[in-house]
């Protein structure tokens, strides 16, 4: 069984991610992005979480690639797909902006649309 185990995230919670498993925290690193530098600031990622049928959390391995392949659409970026930084959990709206040009729509409110 798979569910959205992280959404939307402030650029707080995004900073306290970063500094897990850095500048002597506890914790694996799980991020390269800090405050305004993740998708997930912005309203359109989501990471997923497989789980067995007692519970157990997998947090990697081949049920993610599966997963992919069977909820996938046009619009849908899968970080499975990256090269730098293989992130199988992590899926997002393809916008067809740059990181950039999205934190300066979000930070003046403006709308987000997704490639037509
Ligand atoms: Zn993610």
């Known amino acids: 069984m798979s569910s ?3 959404g939307s995230r402030t650029y707080a919670q995004q900073n306290k ?5 850095r500048y002597g925290n506890p914790g694996p690193i799980v991020t ?6 993740s998708n997930h600031n912005f309203g359109i990622a989501w990471d997923i979480g497989i789980f067995t ?3 157990g959390y997998i947090t990697h391995g ?9 909820g996938m659409s046009e619009e849908i970026e899968w970080g499975g797909d990256w090269s730098r ?3 199988k959990p992590h899926y997002q ?7 950039a040009m ?4 979000f930070e003046h409110g403006e709308e987000l649309t997704l490639l037509a």
């Open 4 to 6: 959205i185990i992280s």
């Open 17 to 21: 991610l970063f500094r897990q498993g």
């Open 32 to 37: 390269y992005a800090r405050g305004g530098r």
């Open 53 to 55: 049928e007692t519970g």
């Open 62 to 70: 081949i049920l993610y690639d599966q997963a992919a392949k069977a």
């Open 85 to 87: 930084f293989v992130d």
């Open 93 to 99: 709206l393809k916008l067809g902006i740059t990181l």
């Open 102 to 105: 999205l934190r300066e729509k």
